[in-house]
Every structure is written in structure tokens, then in C-alpha cells.
């Protein structure tokens, strides 16, 4: 069975300070898709990144930057120079390579950027 | 550019009233899913649809029923509430291939007195 872990709980940072966030999964499949979602204030679920499993290569988005790491089943995710408006619920997520491509949730990560 | 929409936005009901969360989604996708998002635990799986009059159930699936008549929309039925589904409700929708993200609504704030 499919398992996505986000060990942090809460995070609290200073604005300009770089954060990652980090996200461990478990599958057996050998194709599978992993993402990340942030979840702001106001509630909605915003989709931020995707990633399949035979891409290993990193990506930068901006102040986002993404490390995906088979051998370590890990897909962490960096925000650098933390701003107020990044503070939000992040949440990762996997999908395997099954016929309704169900996302399994970790549980989130409420990141808090003070001023 | 609506996208995906849930009505209503919030209500309360009281232990063992019935209900339908209507779900509906203007991107023509084939795939439809209601999940339920509880503090610390995430988004879970409750139904969803791989197409238009097709169902399955998910991770959490007990107290809960589905229909999908129209390819657009998809309803969540709670027919008798109970206070352990108080969550807020999602629905999302995403189209082949299997690496398109889903896109979620709004959500709906449930309440079960």
C-alpha cells in the first residue's frame, strides 16, 4: 500500500529565511507520480508541482526548488528566501500507477513565516 | 473560468439528517473524487469516478454514497449524518494521462451536531 510521510508538523521561520519541507514516500509500484499542493488561509488547494518517478531531475521554480530522491524515497521542497505569503499547509502527495490515479495524502506541513 | 465548484460552501445538520454535496466541474475531465480533510490526518480518499455513470469506493468510503449521472457532475450523499463526519469536503477532477494533477474546489465546511 502507498504511504506519504511528513514528519514536520509545524515549521516557523523569519521572512528571507530558506525552509525545506520534507516528504517520504512508500509504494511498490515501479511508476509512480508525486506532488505538491499548498493550502493557504483561505482554504483552497493549490497544485504547486508534479514529478514521475523515472524523473529524477531536480527543478527550480523561482523561489521553489524541488529534490527528488528515489534511492532515499524522498521528494523534499525548498522555499528560499521564505516570504509572509508562503505561510500555508503544505501537503505532498502520491499517485501510483493505478487506473484512477488516487493521490494519498501526507499530512501536511503548516509552515509559518513571521515578519 | 469557474473550474471546480462545490455547493453549498457550509452547513450544519444535526445527527441523522441527510444531504447531498453537489460537486461540478466545467474542464470536461473524466475523473472525479471527493475526499475529506481531518486536522492532522491529510486528505483521504472517500469515492470517486473514472467516468460518467462509474463509482468506486475509496479509503474511507463507510456512511457515505455516490452517484455520477452527468460526465460534469458528481454528487456526495451523507444519508444519515453523524457527528464523526464533521470535515471539510473536497472534490476534485483530473484528466488522462495518469500524471495531470488534479484540480480541487473550494471545499465545503460540514458540521454534524
Known amino acids: 500500500a502507498q504511504k506519504v510521510t511528513q514528519a514536520q508538523t509545524e515549521i516557523s521561520v523569519v521572512e528571507k529565511e530558506d525552509v525545506t519541507l520534507d516528504c517520504v514516500y512508500e509504494t511498490r509500484d515501479t511508476t509512480y507520480y508525486l506532488f505538491w499542493y499548498k493550502q493557504p488561509p483561505s482554504g483552497e488547494l493549490v497544485f504547486l508541482i508534479r514529478r514521475n518517478s523515472f524523473d529524477e531531475q531536480n527543478e527550480i521554480s523561482g523561489r521553489y526548488s524541488w529534490n527528488f530522491q528515489k534511492s532515499t524515497s524522498s521528494f523534499n521542497f525548498t522555499i528560499t528566501a521564505s516570504q509572509v505569503v508562503d505561510s500555508a499547509v503544505y501537503f505532498c502527495?502520491?499517485?501510483?500507477?493505478?487506473?484512477?490515479?488516487?493521490?494519498?495524502f501526507g499530512s501536511g506541513t503548516q509552515l509559518t513565516v513571521l515578519p | 473560468n469557474a473550474g471546480v465548484t462545490q455547493t453549498p460552501k457550509f452547513r450544519v445538520l444535526k445527527t441523522g439528517q441527510s444531504m447531498t454535496l453537489l460537486c461540478a466541474q466545467d474542464?470536461?475531465?473524466?475523473?472525479m473524487y471527493w475526499y475529506r480533510q481531518d486536522p492532522g490526518m491529510g486528505l483521504r480518499l472517500i469515492h470517486y469516478?473514472?467516468?460518467?455513470?462509474?463509482?468506486a469506493k475509496g479509503e474511507v468510503p463507510d456512511g457515505y454514497n455516490v452517484s455520477r449521472l452527468k460526465k460534469q457532475n458528481f454528487l456526495l450523499g451523507l444519508e444519515s449524518a453523524a457527528p464523526s463526519q464533521t470535515s471539510v469536503y473536497f472534490c476534485?477532477?483530473?484528466?488522462?494521462?495518469?500524471?495531470?494533477?488534479?484540480?480541487f474546489g473550494d471545499g465545503t465546511r460540514l458540521s454534524i451536531l
Open positions: 502527495a502520491l499517485s501510483e500507477s493505478g487506473s484512477a490515479r488516487q493521490l494519498t
Open positions: 474542464m470536461n475531465h473524466e475523473y
Open positions: 469516478s473514472v467516468g460518467e455513470g462509474t463509482t
Open positions: 476534485a477532477s483530473s484528466q488522462p494521462p495518469r500524471n495531470q494533477p488534479q484540480h
